[in-house]
């Protein structure tokens, strides 16, 4: 979709919060469309657990970019992609931005980690920062390259997951919105929001706030929007989800003495025939044929 980085704006500017949902590939993010989701987040934790490796930069950049450009091919909604850390230095940048943008993907966001970078919540993960400058860098070379000037790049600093404090934080996403961020995500592993709180209220930036609450899941969207936080990241939900339906269906499949002992929990044949519109197959068929017919191929 050629232009959901305009859609996603026009989002943020009429909404006052966005609700944007994880997916790990084409069938979640349609359904994250489906269910009336403003976006889908093509997580770097969430696709890398589909392709079953850590996520700690191990997956190339051209592998998330096939992922995100099956999202793009099959959804009508923005597809923000996580770039992690950007996959290497400025020339990374420069480059995954002229490609996430040409594949149709409506924004990215790199954090200021040092790669290869380890998840954000992982207990006793490393998660060194790189300098202010040299994240900076990354900004500039990122926005310079964008052909479209809607193009997000969301700049997510790690300083409260590195524990720095909110005034680091406040530093670094000044400094990336001077440098030309379209979006601050302020990502936090706390178990309440209070240091996201803080760091909104100290924040006298003019480009929106992005957050990903995993961690402190009791936040209410009241509470978000009263931060004036735009976008709210449910990252990892439909992948925990999947991978505990998955396993209890295959813990009960495997004791089944037939496939009825399982057939009530599942998704009908003729669901995933919608998703993936195997129905419009007849019509094409139907079309075709009477074409055909028109030029004297079929009596
Ligand atoms: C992701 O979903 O890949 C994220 C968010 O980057 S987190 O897993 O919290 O780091
Ligand atoms: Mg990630």
Redesign the pocket.
């Known amino acids: 979709m050629s232009n959901g980085s305009e859609q996603l704006r026009k989002k943020i500017k009429e909404k006052s919060i966005l609700k944007i949902g ?1 997916a790990f590939d084409a069938m979640s993010a349609k359904l994250v469309e489906i269910n009336d989701f403003d976006a889908v ?1 093509a ?4 696709i890398s657990a589909t392709h079953a490796v850590p ?1 700690a930069s191990i997956m190339t950049m051209t592998e998330f970019l096939q992922v995100a450009k099956n999202m793009v091919d099959s959804c009508d909604i923005p597809i923000i992609a ?1 770039c992690d850390t950007g996959f290497g230095g400025p020339s990374n940048v420069s480059h995954l931005v002229k490609q996430y943008e040409q594949a149709g993907v409506a924004g990215i966001s790199i ?1 200021d980690k040092i790669f290869p970078k380890q ?3 992982l207990k006793n993960g490393k998660q060194e920062l790189l300098s202010e400058k040299e994240f900076v860098a990354k900004i500039i070379a990122g926005k310079e390259s964008k052909t479209n000037q809607d193009f997000l790049i969301i700049a997510r600093t790690e300083a409260l997951i590195a524990g720095l404090g909110v005034d680091e934080a406040i530093k670094r996403a000044t400094a990336y919105e001077n440098a030309g961020a379209d979006a601050i995500l302020i ?1 936090s592993k706390s178990n309440t929001p209070k240091e996201v709180f803080e760091f909104c209220n100290l924040w006298k930036g003019q480009i929106p706030i992005v957050v ?1 609450p ?1 961690s402190y899941g009791s936040v209410t969207i009241d509470e978000l929007i009263e931060h004036d936080i735009k976008m709210v ?1 449910y ?2 939900q439909t992948l925990r989800i999947a991978h505990k339906a998955m396993s209890l269906l295959l813990k009960k499949l495997e004791k089944a003495n037939s496939l009825n002992d399982v057939d009530e929990e599942i998704s009908s044949m003729e669901e995933i025939f919608e998703l993936q519109k195997m129905f419009e197959i007849h019509s094409q068929e139907k079309d075709i044929e009477r074409k055909l017919r028109n030029m004297g191929y079929i009596n």
């Open positions: 994880g987040w997580g770097s934790f969430a996520d996580d954090e998840n954000s919540l990502h990903v995993t990241i990252a990892n």
